[in-house]
């Protein structure tokens, strides 16, 4: 399945299982609300000047334009619960993060 989210971030969950994840967002419309998702947790990224690709271990591809990374109406509920939830275990990346630095299955 192939997502293409209005905006994004990535986040690091820690603790047992650490790993990587995408937050992603959609506008609402007139006729439709707004959404959100919480990928299955990121293996690899592929990218050129505009996009960054997310590949997940569900087999899901996040197609994430650049310029909308940030939290947003959408997905802003999403991570103050995860902040609430798991506290420091949770970790909100950077947008300026060197993407294709990071090993992204943690060891």
Partial sequence: ?????????????????PHYRVLAGWSGGYTTGSSW????GIT???GNKDYLDFYG??????????EAYGLRMNNVYI??????LHGDEVELLDEDTDWFSIDWIIK
């Fill in 1 to 17: 399945m192939s997502y293409n989210p209005d905006n994004w971030v990535v986040i690091k969950i820690k603790g047992d299982d």
């Fill in 44 to 46: 690899k990224v592929k």
């Fill in 37 to 40: 998702k919480l990928n299955s």
């Fill in 79 to 84: 991570w103050n619960k995860l902040q609430e």
């Fill in 57 to 66: 271990s569900s087999g899901s591809v996040y197609h994430c334009h650049k």
